[in-house]
């Protein structure tokens, strides 16, 4: 089935509030600190070099400030002025042969909506033409902890580091709560996102068929998203669980990759969920396969639609995100004790 959805307009200017919106934390930050409103904040990302290189994708942290899609790029913002420089990989004449168009630092500019652009090999030139202050400038790097993975952003590397002053603390922590709330251009994104996701777990489940192999699912929701959302990523590794494979919590990765056939009377798991411009959905649901519930497993959706339910009557600003989890988990606990599915 086609779809009635159009991939959504990507405004630059979504980046340029998000630099903003950094400056004024980064510098209210300064102020409380009683330091003085000089540096640069930088980041960067990591070119994979292999003869096969996977599918590219930003860093998120780089992507929020500055919309840059192409590898090779380094990022910094003047605190004093505001000022932003992307910094472009300076390419050989031959990546137009390989790659394509070898485009001018003019259009970085433009397309990004930055005050400057230069060449990466320029960085420590042009960071110290910038600084107007005494002393070395100060770089503020991004470097801090992802708790869900356990892995530490990388600060940025470049020729000519030794000339400046670098602080690894301040950064991370003032980006990461800039992020957490998203602006009204961020929200489009968003919505569309989950939009265009939520299409294409409808379309799954309209051609599911006894018999098919998980995987089969996956590639109908890649297509979908892909096809008529322009969304070239997904938000993380699609989950098509089926059977007893709905118990792994994180199954469909390489060692796991969602190839059983599925049978009658089994019901599935799908967690899947489309990335448009590095804005994610996140959608998990579950049906059977046949398109009929057994009474056990109607019970047991139901009790958790019913705590679904719960969650979305009693959220709302302030409301604390444990409470929300503990509020499920009641009113589910609630519904199986109710269907003697738990004694006690």
């Known amino acids: 089935m086609a779809s009635s959805l159009s991939p959504a307009p990507v ?52 992507a929020y400030l500055f919309g840059v899609i192409e590898p090779g790029f380094y990022g910094a913002i003047d605190i004093a002025t505001g000022k932003s420089i992307l910094f472009a990989p300076r390419l050989p004449a031959e990546y137009a042969v390989w790659l394509g168009e070898v485009k001018p630092l003019s259009y970085f500019q433009e397309k990004y909506k930055v005050s400057m652009a230069c060449y990466a090999d320029e960085i420590a030139g042009v960071l110290l033409d910038q600084y107007k202050g005494s002393g070395k400038p100060l770089l503020f790097l991004l470097h801090g902890l992802n708790t869900d993975s356990n892995n530490f952003s990388k600060p940025a590397e470049f020729e000519g580091m030794e000339k400046f002053e670098t602080e690894l603390s301040t950064l991370h922590p003032i980006l990461t709560e800039c992020r957490v709330l998203k602006s009204d251009l961020e929200l489009a994104l968003i919505q569309f996102a989950n939009d265009i996701s939520s299409e294409a777990h409808i379309e799954v489940m309209r051609k599911v068929r006894v018999g098919m192999k998980e995987y ?24 098509c669980a089926t059977g007893e494979n709905s118990a792994v919590l994180h199954y469909g990765h390489a060692a796991a990759p969602n190839d059983r056939t599925f049978k009658d009377g089994d019901m599935a798991l ?19 396969v046949n398109g009929k519930f057994t009474s056990d497993q109607s019970l047991i959706y139901n009790a958790v639609f019913e705590g679904h339910n719960a ?34």
Not at 326 to 343: M, Q, R, Y
């Open 11 to 62: 405004p630059m200017e979504l980046h340029v509030l998000n630099r903003e919106k950094l400056l004024k934390s980064i510098r209210q930050h300064l102020t409380d600190t009683s330091r003085p409103l000089h540096g640069f904040g930088g980041d960067e990302q990591t070119r994979y070099c292999t003869d096969h290189i996977e599918l590219f994708r930003q860093e998120s942290y780089f």
């Open 216 to 239: 089969q699912l996956e590639s109908m929701f890649l297509h979908h998203t892909y096809m008529y959302g322009g969304c070239r990523h997904c938000s993380y590794t699609c989950i």
């Open 270 to 288: 799908l967690d899947m969920g489309a990335e448009y411009n590095f804005y994610a959905s996140d959608i998990t649901c579950s049906f059977p």
């Open 311 to 344: 969650v979305i009557k009693a959220m709302k600003p302030g409301v604390n995100w444990v409470d929300m989890h503990k509020l499920a988990e009641k009113v589910i606990l609630e519904s199986l004790k109710k269907g003697s599915v738990l004694v006690g």
